[in-house]
């Protein structure tokens, strides 16, 4: 199973991007997926996650309310919507898969995992 991140960038405080990850080599629908981020000099953190039909999701409560994760099964790609960045929210940003249909929070669980996008955010 092969993870690509894309849509990183750089953006002023209060802006928005839009995060993709397209999943291949595995059956896109039987993977709960997450998102996770790491700053410089910090652990790699729980962003965002959704089950796998799309019917469940969970976010940090730092990113709560201003990100939100989506999937499109027929695309096979998971997408991480961000409004409202903040200088706190620069990070590289990692997508994650996993074979189940919860929306996993825990960093150990996922099996699979893409390269990362840095998301930079000017104040």
């Known amino acids: 199973v092969q993870l690509q991140a894309s849509g990183g960038g750089l953006v002023q405080a209060g802006g928005s991007l839009r995060l993709s990850c397209a999943v291949s080599?595995?059956?896109?629908?039987?993977?709960?997926m997450g998102w996770f981020r790491q700053a410089p000099g910090k652990e790699r953190e729980f962003v965002a996650a959704?089950?796998?039909?799309?019917?469940?999701?969970s976010y940090s409560t730092s990113v709560k309310g201003r990100f939100t994760i989506s999937r499109d099964n027929a695309k096979n790609t998971v997408y991480l919507q961000m409004n409202s960045l903040k200088p706190e929210d620069m990070a590289v940003y990692y997508c994650?898969?996993?074979?189940?249909?919860?929306?996993?929070?825990?960093?150990?669980?996922?099996?699979?995992w893409g390269q990362g996008t840095q998301v930079t955010v000017s104040s």
């Open positions: 994650a898969a996993k074979s189940g249909a919860l929306a996993y929070t825990s960093r150990s669980v996922y099996e699979y």
């Open positions: 080599g595995g059956t896109f629908s039987g993977y709960a």
């Open positions: 959704i089950g796998w039909s799309g019917g469940m999701s």
